[in-house]
């Protein structure tokens, strides 16, 4: 679920100006597993711009503290969300801890923060390893997903709610709108995003 549509909006667009997601559909990417991707995402670029990671840092602390209250702890994913994760603890006043996906951490209760959601697994991983420690993870906030029903349905399964700034959904919207993408184009990422294991850019 996403925070609400201006947020959405906003954040895929200043995403796409510098350049921490790349829209090719006619050269996609590979992916690490391989997947075929018309997009590539580097939310870690957030860090260089001060004002773009001053947004997002501002606008997930109050989403935490009006979905969550304040939690006694931010606890950021290795590696991507660390960065994001220390900021939005430092805006809330707040202790910070970062969890590898078998790691354990230290607290109490707990709002874990997210550069990138995909399938969910490493994220969703990381959640395990802060329950198996005694730690109560409230939920789950990110900077974007690519919306996956194969993610949807593992967050469900593990009953952590999950909120992100944007999706992949209103990225599009927004790149259609700015003419960063053609309509021929839209046509093929939205393809992509309903069977990216199959997906073949010819």
Known sequence: MIFNKDTAKKTAEVLLQINAIKLKPNDPFTWASGWKSPIYCDNRIILSFPPIRNYIRETMGKYIEKQYGKPDVIAGVATGAI???????????????????DAKGHGRNVVVVEDLISTGKSSLNAVRALKEAGINVKGMVAIFTYGFDIATKNFEKENIYLNTLSNYENLLEQALETNYISEKELKTLAEWNT????????
């Open 195 to 202: 069977n990216p294991s199959e997906w073949n850019a010819n």
């Open 83 to 101: 960065g994001i994760g220390m900021l939005v603890a430092e805006y809330l006043g707040l202790p910070f801890i970062y969890v590898r996906p």
